[in-house]
């Protein structure tokens, strides 16, 4: 896929600040598969240097929607060089059915932030962000023509694919990991992920990850959405879109993506 165009739905997308709000809510969900908490379980360090793995995350994602082609392909090839080592009994990440479900996850959490925080995407335009997303797994290895061609294709495939996910000890241990860091000092971020998880969540998944919830915390979730989409696309552009742009600039000072020294690899799934 070539470069996006200035004007694409995944560049004006993927620059809103409001989809990290979902962070927590994509991890869970990837996790959610057995085989990708095992990956994350066996290659993964994050819940000893989460602001890293965040950090490589995003670089993966701004880099290959809002960043030049030179440092798409950058990042793209860094990430799957790790990619290719991250295998073990009963996974491989480089696996299409997982880069899928992967991807899918990303989609999905960028298209329901938006919807919540912004506004509905257009029934023109979702076709060409579906497309655009596909970038995020064919980089990585995906047969173009396993991608969901269309909205309708998309939605099948997700419907099947979370009545098969399951919540086991792999993945309970790291969403507890996710929501309780070594370093205290994130626990207020980390608790306000965990909330918004909650809320986003499917009842069953949300219950077999233990995030408490009842009718009070739902009508706290509620009003917040609320109060989100009526102040947020308010707020100036620029202003908006500051957290890409600052992890772009963080990348091109960074030269690339330079890992920190002695780091054990990029996170296993984004």
């Known amino acids: 896929m070539g470069r996006s165009s200035e004007d694409s739905p995944l560049r004006r997308i993927h620059s809103e600040a409001s989809l990290l709000g979902g962070a927590a809510y994509a991890i869970l969900l990837q996790i959610a598969h057995p085989s990708v908490a095992q990956g994350v379980h066996d290659h993964s360090d994050f819940s000893s240097r989460p602001l890293d793995r965040l950090r490589g ?3 993966y994602v701004y880099g290959t929607s809002l960043g030049t082609g030179e440092e798409r392909a950058r990042v793209q090839a860094i990430v799957r060089a ?3 080592r991250v295998n073990g009994p009963g996974y491989r990440a480089l696996d299409p059915d997982l880069l899928l479900w992967v991807a899918a996850t990303l ?9 919540l925080t912004v506004g509905e995407i257009d029934e023109d335009e979702f076709p060409v962000f579906l497309r655009e997303a596909a970038v995020f797994a064919t980089a990585l290895g995906l047969p173009e023509d396993e991608w969901p061609a269309t909205p309708a294709a998309f939605d099948a495939y997700w419907s099947e694919a979370v009545e098969r996910l399951e919540v086991g000890e792999t993945a309970l241990g790291i969403s507890r990991q996710l929501f309780w860091p070594a370093n205290r000092l994130l626990w207020p971020i980390t608790h306000v992920q965990r909330f918004l998880a909650g809320g986003l969540l499917p009842p069953k998944l949300r219950e077999n990850f233990e995030i408490p919830w009842s009718t009070a915390r739902q009508r706290w979730f509620d009003r917040v959405v609320r109060v989100t989409r009526a102040v947020y696309p308010r707020l100036p552009r620029v202003l908006r879109a500051l957290p890409s742009r600052l992890y772009l ?4 000072r960074n030269g690339g993506w330079t890992r920190p020294r002695g780091a054990r690899g990029s996170r296993a799934y984004h």
């Open 57 to 59: 995350t995003l670089y």
């Open 82 to 84: 790790v990619h290719r």
């Open 107 to 115: 989609f999905h959490t960028w298209t329901r932030l938006y919807e």
């Open 249 to 252: 600039w963080s990348m091109r």
